[in-house]
């Protein structure tokens, strides 16, 4: 499993947008005035540029990823107070967490498996950690206009995202709920917010890279409509508009404030 640093530079304008602006500032205020923040899967560093102006002044990061491509371009790109640390996120003994405040991840637990989740949750309880993920996938896709093969073509791109994505069989859409009913059984408050993009005619460059992944997947997972319902849908991105449903997640261990 991995990206590129091109399709996350394309997708971040839209995963800032889609962050709903209350759990983020929440977020942040649970990481506290001496903030020590520990990004799981952090890409090129996202996530540090949705908490700009968010944090006090001096808080430290902890970049985490495996791909040390990534790892690179986070660090170039990153302020004061950063560092990396390429880490397999399959051996989750192995994060940094000690002296931390917030652990976050984006984009990424819809990848994992209910092991790593509980694995994770045991973790966070451990160190008894607030956490924040945003931007998992909900298996709500919408396209406006809408087609015959819309629903049949998600189908099967949702039955493609619980495939083995490099941590066992994925949780896909089904992974916020599980990774709340993980730390809930460790007595945390879950909260939750949809945090959907929302990419229209301004976004054709987006909506052409993600179409032709959708495609992908679904021809994969076995539709036969897959890539001409890809076809079509490329030559409307001038005109349509595409709602792609994520969930945000702000979990805080018992007696937080």
Same mark, same amino acid.
């Given at each position: 499993?991995? =990206? &590129? ?5 394309? +997708? ?33 560093? &996202?996530?540090? +540029?949705? =908490? ?9 990061? +902890? ?25 397999? #996120? ?11 405040? #917030? ?20 973790? #966070? ?31 099967? =791109? ?8 490099? =941590? ?90």
């Amino acid at each position: 499993m991995g =990206f &590129s640093a091109a399709w996350l530079a394309l +997708r971040e304008p839209a995963d800032h947008a889609a962050r709903d602006a209350a759990l983020l500032r929440a977020a942040a205020q649970a990481a506290g005035p001496q903030a020590v923040i520990v990004d799981l899967g952090c890409g090129t560093g &996202s996530t540090i +540029r949705a =908490f700009a102006g968010l944090l006090a002044e001096g808080a430290v990061w +902890r970049l985490v990823d495996n791909d040390p491509e990534l790892l690179r371009h986070a660090s170039a790109a990153a302020p004061a107070g950063v560092s990396t640390h390429r880490v397999d #996120l399959r051996d989750l003994d192995s994060l940094p967490l000690d002296g931390a405040s #917030l652990v976050t991840a984006s984009a990424l637990l819809d990848l994992c498996s209910l092991e790593w989740v509980e694995h994770l949750a045991a973790r #966070l309880a451990e160190h008894r950690l607030p956490f924040y993920a945003a931007l998992s996938y909900d298996g709500v896709m919408h396209w406006t206009p809408p087609d015959r093969v819309d629903a049949p073509v998600t189908d099967a =791109f949702n039955r493609h995202q619980v495939g083995d994505k490099g =941590f066992g069989a994925a949780l896909g859409p089904g992974a916020t709920e599980a990774m709340a009913a993980a730390l809930e059984r460790r007595g945390y408050a879950v909260h939750r917010a949809d945090s959907p993009w929302k990419l229209g005619p301004d976004q054709c460059a987006l909506q052409r890279e993600l179409i032709a992944g959708i495609a992908m997947a679904a021809a994969e997972a076995g539709e036969a409509q897959a890539m001409a319902w890809g076809g079509t849908r490329t030559d409307s991105v001038e005109t349509a508009v595409c709602h792609i449903g994520h969930t945000d997640l702000l979990a805080l261990p018992p007696d937080a404030p």
